[in-house]
Nanobody
């Protein structure tokens, strides 16, 4: 089995910062992509940022210049530094890992339980 453990959410004032972390554990051979998605009330889940095992990143236009994603392949861990937070960033943030449990297995998507980020004065 594979587990994704998230941490770092909370309540912050507009303009503030938070850092999310997510550690994958269990039966893992390799992780191709790790990333963060979010779902605001009444909205669909949307991509925030992803990072490949080689370090290539993809950020949503709404967070470019404010959020930075990084990962440590040796620890199967991904972080997202969120700066200049806005009320519209309020959402539940979910960690995602696209991984292989064995060398020749196809990739599978795993999700964390979600962590609440609230931006409000």
């Amino acid at each position: 089995q594979v587990q994704l453990a998230e941490s770092g959410g909370g309540l912050v004032q507009p303009g503030g910062s938070l850092r999310l972390s997510c550690a994958a554990s269990g039966s893992i051979f390799s992780i191709d992509v790790m990333g963060w998605y979010r779902r605001a009330p009444g909205n669909q889940r949307e991509l925030v940022a992803t990072i490949t095992s080689s370090g290539s990143t993809n950020n949503a236009d709404s967070v470019k210049g404010r959020f930075t994603i990084s990962r440590d392949n040796t620890k199967n861990t991904v972080w997202m530094q969120m700066n200049s937070l806005k009320p519209e960033d309020t959402a539940v943030y979910y960690c995602n890992a696209r991984l292989r449990r064995r060398r020749y297995y196809t990739t599978e998507d795993y999700w964390g339980q979600g962590t609440q980020v609230s931006v409000s004065s």
